[in-house]
């Protein structure tokens, strides 16, 4: 009895000493981490592609409204012989990863032609702000981009800018060109994560490079000079697209190119009367005659891309009077005949 007595006056001392609010401010948990290489791998979320809208400006500009360049999906198109610079696209991802983002060690997106050859590799060396994705609302940004484009639901562009907010997911960007020197088609892009314990996540899609034909001629007239009365003359070209006076034609777009010509009528300045028939040849395919206002294509002689053929026209006049005579010529170029 008396040993009981004298543990329980010091515990009653104790208790006095400090208030018991304090007494139940601390609660102890046990912690816990594992460590191992195959589990817990980042995840890439979402990806898309946008091309600048603006080549003549420096940096991408994401005008989301360009008819050309958004159509349904990741759908791209070079510029014309590369003018004012090769198409730049913003190839974006949105990652995340079980043990924080801070996990995520490396990022980088490559991209394959359509006959399977890597294109590039491009690493993005820091992440992207969440303030750059923009929304699906506001005009003129990553994310309305990819919304205008079919490439994101506005519900997924929400969780985006959320879960970025809170430090959960992580966006990457990287721009890389696309010249009109490669081919049209399916191109495969993967954008890649890797984390501190070198597992790797990975998200594919496919961007369509769009097919496009550009005609560039090195010629601003045909002047077949002096001719005579029921006698075909002919203007020779070369492939030169230096020298004018010899009409060369160019493809300066990805697929094969036809070419049509359309001559008008030559009336003389002086007493009306008209020639209305032509001849033209494009590398071995010669249409004869073409009669004026009708379009002849060459179907035979598809320019293919960064081609340049030589064009020789020819006029047939009849037996006209000595005049002056003016008339047109338009060419052009299509996907077909
Ligand atoms: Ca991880
Ligand atoms: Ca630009
Ligand atoms: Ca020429």
Redesign the pocket.
């Known amino acids: 009895m008396k040993r009981i007595m004298a543990v329980a006056v010091p515990l009653a001392l104790l208790v006095s000493l400090f208030p018991a609010a304090v007494a139940f401010a601390q609660e102890t948990v046990p912690t816990e981490a594992q460590i191992s290489a195959s589990a817990n791998p980042p995840v890439v979320l979402y990806k898309f592609e946008v091309p600048?809208a603006?080549?003549a400006?420096?940096?991408?500009?994401y005008d989301s409204d360009d008819a050309v360049l958004f159509q349904a999906g990741a759908q791209v198109a070079p510029n014309l012989e590369d003018l004012p610079e090769a198409q730049?696209i913003a190839y974006w991802w949105v990652a995340t990863d079980p043990n924080g983002i801070d996990d995520i060690h490396f990022a980088f997106v490559k991209v394959w032609h359509p006959d399977g050859v890597l294109k590039y590799q491009l690493e993005a060396l820091a992440p992207s702000a969440c303030s750059d994705l923009g929304t699906w609302a506001t005009p003129n940004t990553p994310l309305y981009a990819a919304y205008r484009s079919g490439q994101l639901t506005t519900a997924q562009a929400d969780l985006i800018v959320e879960n970025c907010g809170k430090h959960v997911w992580v966006p990457f960007m990287m721009v890389g060109e696309l010249s009109k020197h490669q081919p049209a088609g399916p191109y495969t892009v993967t954008a890649y994560v890797n984390d501190g314990s070198g597992a790797v996540g990975s998200l594919t899609n496919i961007m369509d490079v769009l097919p496009v034909v550009g005609l560039e001629i090195d010629f601003t007239t045909v002047d077949f000079g002096m001719i005579v009365p029921s006698t075909a003359k002919w203007v020779r070209g070369d492939t030169d697209m230096t020298t004018p006076t010899l009409p060369s034609v160019k493809n300066t777009g990805n697929v094969n190119m036809y070419l049509s010509l359309n001559f008008s009528e030559m009336v003389g300045v002086s007493l009306g009367k008209v020639i209305n028939s032509f001849d033209g040849k494009l590398n071995a395919q010669e249409i004869n005659p073409i009669p004026a206002a009708t379009p002849a294509c060459f179907n035979l002689e598809p320019l293919g891309s960064n081609e340049v053929d030589q064009l020789d026209l020819s006029i047939h006049p009849g037996p006209v009077s000595a005049d002056t005579y003016h008339g047109t010529l338009v060419l052009s170029g299509g996907q077909s005949c």
């Open positions: 600048d603006d080549s400006l420096a940096g991408i500009q730049q």
